[in-house]
């Protein structure tokens, strides 16, 4: 059984940065794309970056050249640095894996971006 565990996340200043992990049991990552989403209150789920098997990156508009998906395969761990951190991107932020055809979200870790 697949399980995915966020950590990371927390109350963050503008222009602050957070590092946020998924580390991964039941599977090893390295041979499957992964992804980051995230939600805001009162919006749809949204994926933020994706990271393919070897290592090809996809990002959501609005964070390009501010955030960095990474992959540790060593470490089953999949990584979403977060630079120049914004109000707007507050949300709660999941990691994600299709594994044929079968999604696995993780509970998800929060990021607040407050003065």
């Known amino acids: 059984q697949v399980q995915l565990v966020e950590s990371g996340g927390g109350l963050v200043q503008p222009g602050g940065s957070l590092r946020l992990s998924c580390a991964a049991s039941?599977?090893?990552?390295?041979?499957?794309?992964m992804a980051w989403y995230r939600q805001a209150p009162g919006k749809q789920r949204e994926l933020v970056a994706r990271?393919?098997?070897?290592?090809?990156?996809v990002y959501e508009d609005s964070v390009k050249g501010r955030f960095t998906i990474s992959r540790d395969n060593a470490k089953n761990t999949v990584y979403l640095q977060m630079n120049s951190l914004e109000p707007e991107d507050t949300a709660a932020y999941y990691c994600?894996?299709?594994?044929?055809?079968?999604?696995?979200w993780g509970q998800g870790t929060q990021v607040t971006v407050s003065s």
């Open positions: 990271v393919g098997s070897g290592g090809s990156t």
């Open positions: 039941g599977i090893r990552l390295r041979w499957y794309p």
């Open positions: 994600y894996i299709n594994v044929s055809g079968r999604a696995s």
